[in-house]
């Protein structure tokens, strides 16, 4: 078993190796907690405007109080969330808790038909969605579930003056709401008025209730919701706690760039619970793939922490204003939701001075399974040691427990760990009932450190060989002229399948020999792909990882 291992050594200061009694009941009180400890400080910045941890408390309250009094929604009922990162989503998202509803987490870049199956698939009783995808709403409203839809605008938290500007120029100048008409909704700013005149009433919430829903984008098949309970996010959040404990000063008050979604399980944990309850300031950011603009933002601050996605982190490094920002109280950057190619690291750390380090996660694990410690003994090209409380091993396809060294799927068991899929057989989700199965092929190497070779269903079998697209990617990366790659396996008579790569360049010299070359100096024959093909840009989720999936299809339909 992994806690045997010595590289609990590594572990940062005064870190458990199995969690103490929890601390809270409820999210609930883990937010109302934070908020009465941090009253005064800033808790979220986005485009301008400003919330303090009082007033994400009293919004919050005055938002559960409508929707118990004015729409009278019931514990356990479910309440969807569609926006990209702006002040409204906290407001929304804690006080949808403190109304002891289930929070379902949506992408707003989903097609009607996503959004459909999502809402269906969850049975929402309600809907808060930002104006600019409404017009996707109105084609699908008849068919979802949800009675009541609340509407924001993306400066309505803004102030009077500067709100109304910011509606103004998202609607009128920049075109960026679609016409739409939807019966009976709600406009956001209602509910907090109506709110604030109301009584709420806390709930009766245990700590085993459903929190979150947190869908699994869909990028590998039907999207399905991942149960995540308030002992779920609770245990995580006393978990990396500890791990980022080393970054954070608390003479003074940091800044956090949040930059990934909150959507998303990795900023809701990571930036949006955990930032929250050690009293950083989270700055939002609402767009950050127009990479000029934010890295225009990000001169504005000086941050100690940001979090992200490799995608991210090098279109940062590669930007030519970039290297001229303030570091001097970066401590650390941590990667998550794809592999962090060695090739970006590097060029980071020799940027900033300061690290950026892997970990690893699902939605199904609240996500944080593994990470690198964020001083002192952080591994390049692994995803780090396990969690405390948390058990991560390699198992066969029969369900057999590896040994050290070998390459399997990669099984995990701990206290932010789901029960399971909403309302889904959930046969074949766990290896005896216990192991959580993530569909990731890895292994643990002689320090103890675990290493994902790739995801199952990517790998790509080349006359019998399995070769794994992140290896392919990760050569063809640190090539000084290439900007971004991705690696799939292509249908071939003769080898069953061969390797196909998709190139953009950093640098328009570059030529498909150049590149031949470069792969079989740096891997053996059967991994060198056959095909090469470049391109303007890839094709991505809008977190930023490539989607692998799409390039298969294109080939797919090129082939029929």
């Given at each position: 078993?992994?806690?045997?291992?010595?590289?609990?050594?590594?572990?940062?200061?005064?870190?458990?190796?199995?969690?103490?009694?929890?601390?809270y009941?409820?999210?609930?009180?883990?937010?109302?907690?934070?908020?009465?400890?941090?009253?005064?400080?800033?808790?979220?910045?986005?485009?301008?405007g400003?919330?303090?941890?009082?007033?994400?408390?009293?919004?919050?309250?005055?938002?559960?109080?409508?929707?118990?009094?004015?729409?009278?929604?019931?514990?356990?009922?479910?309440?969807?969330?569609?926006?990209?990162?702006?002040?409204?989503?906290?407001?929304?998202?804690?006080?949808?808790?403190?109304?002891?509803?289930?929070?379902?987490?949506?992408n707003?870049l989903?097609?009607?038909?996503?959004?459909?199956?999502?809402?269906?698939?969850?049975?929402?009783?309600?809907?808060?969605?930002?104006?600019?995808?409404?017009?996707?709403?109105?084609?699908?409203?008849?068919?979802?579930?949800?009675?009541?839809?609340?509407?924001t605008?993306?400066?309505?938290?803004?102030?009077?003056?500067?709100?109304?500007?910011?509606?103004?120029?998202?609607?009128?100048?920049?075109?960026?709401?679609?016409?739409?008409?939807?019966?009976?909704?709600?406009?956001?700013?209602?509910?907090?008025?109506?709110?604030?005149?109301?009584?709420?009433?806390?709930?009766?919430?245990?700590?085993?209730?459903?929190?979150?829903?947190?869908?699994?984008?869909?990028?590998?098949?039907?999207?399905?919701?991942?149960?995540l309970?308030?002992?779920?996010?609770?245990?995580?959040?006393?978990?990396?706690?500890?791990?980022?404990?080393?970054?954070?000063d608390?003479?003074?008050?940091?800044?956090?760039?949040?930059?990934?979604?909150?959507?998303?399980?990795?900023?809701?944990?990571v930036?949006?619970?955990?930032?929250?309850?050690?009293?950083?300031?989270?700055?939002?950011?609402t767009?950050?793939?127009?990479?000029?603009?934010?890295?225009?933002e990000?001169?504005?601050?000086?941050?100690?922490?940001?979090?992200?996605v490799?995608?991210?982190?090098?279109?940062?490094?590669?930007?030519?204003?970039?290297?001229?920002?303030?570091?001097?109280?970066?401590?650390?950057?941590?990667?998550?939701?794809?592999?962090?190619?060695?090739?970006?690291?590097?060029?980071?750390?020799?940027?900033?001075?300061?690290?950026?380090?892997?970990?690893?996660?699902?939605?199904?694990?609240?996500?944080?399974?593994?990470?690198?410690?964020?001083?002192?003994n952080?591994?390049?090209?692994t995803?780090?040691?396990?969690?405390?409380?948390?058990?991560?091993a390699?198992?066969?396809?029969?369900?057999?427990?590896?040994?050290?060294?070998?390459?399997?799927?990669?099984?995990?068991?701990?206290?932010?760990?789901?029960?399971?899929?909403?309302?889904?057989?959930?046969?074949?989700?766990?290896?005896?009932?216990e192991?959580?199965?993530?569909?990731?092929?890895?292994?643990?190497?002689?320090?103890?450190?675990?290493?994902?070779?790739?995801?199952?269903?990517?790998?790509?079998?080349?006359?019998?060989?399995?070769?794994?697209?992140?290896?392919?990617?990760?050569v063809?990366?640190?090539?000084?002229?290439?900007?971004?790659v991705?690696?799939?396996?292509?249908?071939?008579?003769?080898?069953?399948?061969?390797?196909?790569?998709?190139?953009?360049?950093?640098?328009?010299?570059?030529?498909?020999?150049?590149?031949?070359?470069?792969?079989?100096?740096?891997?053996?024959?059967?991994?060198?792909?056959?095909?090469?093909?470049?391109?303007?840009?890839?094709?991505?989720?809008?977190?930023?990882?490539?989607?692998?999936?799409?390039?298969?299809?294109?080939?797919?339909?090129?082939?029929?």
């Amino acid at each position: 078993m992994t806690k045997d291992f010595p590289w609990f050594n590594s572990y940062p200061t005064g870190t458990p190796r199995e969690l103490a009694p929890y601390e809270y009941n409820s999210l609930i009180e883990l937010f109302e907690t934070a908020a009465k400890k941090y009253a005064d400080r800033v808790a979220f910045e986005n485009l301008g405007g400003k919330l303090t941890y009082a007033e994400v408390d009293r919004l919050s309250t005055h938002f559960a109080a409508y929707l118990q009094n004015e729409l009278g929604l019931k514990k356990g009922e479910r309440i969807a969330i569609q926006m990209p990162n702006l002040l409204q989503f906290p407001i929304a998202m804690i006080g949808s808790l403190k109304a002891g509803l289930i929070v379902v987490n949506t992408n707003p870049l989903y097609t009607p038909r996503e959004m459909e199956h999502q809402f269906k698939d969850a049975g929402i009783s309600a809907l808060v969605i930002v104006a600019n995808f409404a017009h996707s709403l109105e084609q699908i409203r008849e068919r979802v579930p949800a009675k009541h839809i609340i509407i924001t605008q993306m400066g309505d938290m803004l102030g009077l003056v500067k709100g109304a500007i910011v509606n103004f120029v998202v609607k009128n100048v920049k075109k960026l709401v679609p016409d739409y008409h939807i019966a009976n909704a709600i406009s956001f700013k209602s509910v907090l008025a109506k709110g604030a005149t109301q009584t709420w009433q806390r709930p009766n919430v245990d700590i085993e209730d459903v929190a979150v829903l947190q869908y699994t984008g869909g990028t590998t098949g039907i999207s399905k919701g991942a149960q995540l309970s308030h002992r779920n996010i609770i245990a995580h959040n006393m978990m990396i706690t500890h791990w980022f404990n080393p970054l954070i000063d608390k003479s003074e008050q940091q800044i956090v760039i949040t930059a990934l979604p909150l959507y998303h399980i990795f900023a809701l944990t990571v930036n949006g619970v955990l930032m929250y309850t050690q009293g950083l300031c989270n700055v939002l950011i609402t767009n950050p793939r127009d990479i000029p603009g934010f890295v225009k933002e990000l001169k504005k601050y000086k941050f100690s922490i940001i979090t992200g996605v490799n995608t991210l982190f090098n279109g940062l490094i590669h930007n030519k204003d970039f290297a001229s920002l303030d570091f001097s109280k970066l401590k650390g950057a941590v990667g998550g939701g794809m592999a962090v190619q060695d090739a970006v690291a590097i060029k980071w750390e020799e940027i900033t001075k300061s690290p950026l380090v892997e970990g690893y996660g699902l939605s199904e694990t609240s996500p944080v399974l593994c990470c690198n410690p964020l001083t002192g003994n952080h591994k390049r090209g692994t995803i780090g040691i396990p969690m405390p409380s948390t058990e991560v091993a390699i198992f066969d396809d029969d369900g057999n427990q590896l040994k050290q060294g070998e390459t399997g799927e990669i099984c995990a068991r701990g206290p932010q760990v789901m029960r399971g899929y909403w309302e889904k057989d959930n046969e074949g989700v766990f290896f005896k009932n216990e192991w959580f199965r993530t569909g990731d092929i890895g292994l643990m190497d002689a320090d103890g450190y675990f290493k994902i070779v790739d995801r199952k269903k990517d790998m790509i079998k080349v006359s019998g060989f399995n070769v794994f697209p992140n290896e392919i990617e990760n050569v063809l990366a640190s090539h000084a002229k290439v900007l971004e790659v991705a690696a799939i396996g292509v249908p071939d008579e003769k080898s069953g399948e061969v390797i196909k790569v998709f190139i953009v360049k950093k640098d328009e010299s570059l030529t498909v020999e150049e590149l031949k070359k470069f792969c079989h100096e740096n891997m053996t024959n059967y991994k060198v792909p056959k095909y090469f093909e470049f391109r303007n840009e890839l094709p991505k989720t809008n977190v930023g990882k490539i989607l692998r999936r799409t390039l298969k299809e294109e080939e797919a339909k090129k082939a029929a």
